[in-house]
C-alpha cells in the first residue's frame, strides 16, 4: 500500500552508463516531483510534472531526461552518468491545485557512480 | 537558489529537553511546512501553518510564523530518541502547478 514508490533503492554504476529510476504513486494526484539530495542533505527540485506535461526543469543537465507515461508514473532515466551525479534521488507527488500542497515522498533512490 | 534556510545545521539535545529550529525564506508565501525525514528515509509531512497564523500546535510540536522577518521555527517540546532525524521547512507555490522548495535543513540529534 505504498502512496510513492520508487525502484530500485540502491543503484551502483560504473561512470558513462545509462540508468534509470522509476516512480509510481497510488494516490491519485496530478503533479510529480524528482528530488537530488547531494551528501550535505542539500535537497533540490529537479523536475515537476502535472498531468504527465513538464512544468518545471531547474536547469538539470539533458542528460537527465524524466518520462511521464501516465499521470501515476515519472520515470528518470540519466544517460552517460558521472561521478557527480551520485546522490539519493527522490519522487514525490502532490495534488494540483491544492491551497495548500503537501509533498508525499517515495524513500529515494541511492546512486552511486564509480 | 533555495527558498528556505535552517538554522542551526545541527543540534544536539539530551533526551527530554527542548529542541528549537529555525527557517528563513525569501518570498512571499501563503503557507509554511516543516517535514521530517529519518536517515536513509523520505521526508515525511509533519505540520503545515498558513500565512494568517501566528502559532500553531501539533502534539509535542509547536511551529511559529512570523512573515513579516520571513521566518519560522519548529519546536519539539520533551525530545525524545526517535526524534532524531533532519527538519526541512518548505515553501510550495500554491494556485497552478505545485512547486514545494525545501530549505537546506537541520539535523536533529537527541542523546538518550
Known sequence: DTAVSQTPKYLVTQMGNDKSIKCEQNLGHDTMYWYKQDSKKFLKIMFSYNNKELIINETVPNRFSPKSPDKAHLNLHINSLELGDSAVYFCASSKDREVYPEAFFGQGTRLTVV | ?112
Not at chain 2, 37 to 51: A, D, E, F, M
Not at chain 2, 62 to 91: E, G, H, P
Not at chain 2, 94 to 101: A, F, I, L, M
Request: proline share 3%; net charge positive; with cysteine.
Open chain 2, 1 to 112: 537558489s533555495q527558498q528556505g534556510e535552517e538554522d542551526p545545521q545541527a543540534l544536539s539535545i539530551q533526551e527530554g529537553e527542548n529542541a528549537t529550529m529555525n527557517c528563513s525564506y525569501k518570498t512571499s508565501i501563503n503557507n509554511l511546512q516543516w517535514y521530517r525525514q529519518n536517515s536513509g528515509r523520505g521526508l515525511v509531512h509533519l505540520i503545515l501553518i498558513r500565512s494568517n497564523e501566528r502559532e500553531k500546535h501539533s502534539g509535542r510540536l509547536r511551529v511559529t510564523l512570523d512573515t513579516s522577518k520571513k521566518s519560522s521555527s519548529l519546536l519539539i517540546t520533551a525530545s525524545r530518541a526517535a526524534d532524531t532525524a533532519s527538519y526541512f521547512c518548505a515553501t510550495p507555490s500554491s494556485g497552478g502547478y505545485q512547486k514545494v522548495t525545501f530549505g537546506t535543513g537541520t539535523k536533529l540529534q537527541v542523546i538518550p
